[in-house]
């Protein structure tokens, strides 16, 4: 069993451990209207480039990203060797320039 807890919450704890927290994978959300929802929320960024998002889907959540004033993130969903894709880490990358904000963050995500 996993312990629960709502995104409002979770987007909190984030904030107040002194992180930034990031909507990971929305494709898997199911529904971009729930993704806009959860947006409202003080989220910092979204997971634009996934290995499950096509690139219709990462123009999307890109331009939400950038509606919403919000960091760009990407994943490779690597969760060590199997056969589940991808099967190596490094698969899925972003831009250096997506990354640095991170370590410098704007005034509104700290």
């Avoid at 199911?30 to 996934?50: A, K, R």
């Amino acid at each position: 069993p996993h312990y629960r807890i709502q995104p409002n919450e979770a987007v909190d704890l984030i904030r107040g451990a002194g992180g930034v927290p990031v909507l990971a994978h929305p494709k898997l959300v199911g529904d971009d209207q729930m993704v806009e929802h959860l947006l409202s929320m003080p989220f910092g960024g979204i997971e634009v480039f996934y290995p499950q998002h096509n690139e219709e889907d990462t123009a999307r959540y890109s331009d939400m990203a950038k509606s919403h004033g919000l960091l760009m993130t990407g994943g490779s969903d690597f969760h060590a060797l199997s056969t589940r894709f991808p099967e190596k880490l490094g698969v899925v990358t972003i831009d250096d320039d997506l990354a640095k904000p991170f370590f410098h963050p704007p005034k509104a995500l700290e």
